[in-house]
């Protein structure tokens, strides 16, 4: 193999990887959103249920005003009743009692109905809650391991780039130039191999002199219908 195919080599595995890297990094701002989405979306569930019981609280109040005030109205009423000495009038506050009396009826049904629905409210808002509490910290443990992965990521790319720089210095700059073109623009790799007359990248079949040359090993061969740097992979 040419020596400098060799550089190529290890010049390109280091550039997939920091391509990789750099892919996972790009994840890390998107994970983090996700993350910040349930948790958000937990913390909604959680208020939802809260103002349900607020509601419920000022919904039974009502009623019990409603009551109330219904109470006061029968007792005056009765007051007003024993006080007439018409008939037709006695019987008519009657009414207008037996009325109010069924109205505190329905009321406290309404009341009771009430009560039991803010009782299951309550125990569902408990069980919310004690759900809120594990996705709370189920996030932030995910958070400080994305954190880590983070750090650790940046790093393993300092170090590639680094690496990636002492290797380019050691390649043709003509080659390293017509080696960074093909990697960018084929998006896979820009060196590969010749299998059995066929260039590995493309799929296609190469020329015997091709393949002759990549053969021989002396000088850098390219695949006519690619363009990628073919190596020998026997």
């Known amino acids: 193999m040419h020596s400098e195919l060799e550089q190529l080599l ?3 595995d ?3 990887k920091i391509r ?3 892919t996972e990094i790009e994840t890390v701002p998107l994970r983090r959103k996700s993350l910040e ?6 913390k909604a569930s959680v208020e939802t249920l809260r103002q349900r019981v607020r509601q419920a609280e000022v919904d039974r109040k009502k009623l019990e005003l409603d009551v109330g005030t219904r109470a006061e109205s029968v007792s005056r009423l009765k007051t007003q ?9 006695f019987q008519a506050i009657g009414h207008e009692i037996e009325r109010y009396e069924n109205e505190i009826r329905k009321i406290e049904d309404d009341e009771l109905e009430l009560m039991v629905l803010a009782d299951k409210i309550k125990a569902d808002l408990t069980a919310e809650e004690t759900k809120a509490a594990a996705t709370r910290d189920s996030i932030a443990r995910q958070t400080a391991d994305l954190d880590e992965k ?8 300092q170090g590639l780039t680094t690496e990636r720089s002492n290797l380019a210095t050691k390649i043709d700059e003509d080659l390293l130039a017509r080696f960074e073109r093909l990697f960018k623009s084929k998006g896979d790799a820009a ?6 007359g066929v260039c590995t990248g493309c799929h296609m079949k190469v020329t015997t002199a091709t393949a002759a040359g990549v053969k021989a090993g002396k000088e850098i061969v390219n695949c006519e219908n ?3 740097i073919l190596y020998d992979a026997q």
């Open 81 to 89: 009743q024993y006080q007439t000495r018409k008939n037709d009038e």
């Open 37 to 42: 989405a349930q948790l958000a979306e937990s």
């Open 150 to 157: 983070s750090k650790a990521l940046e790093s393993q790319l």
């Open 20 to 22: 990789q890297i750099r």
């Open 14 to 16: 280091r550039e997939q």
């Open 10 to 12: 290890i010049l390109q």
């Open 226 to 228: 690619c363009g990628r």
């Open 191 to 196: 060196v590969v191999a010749i299998e059995h």
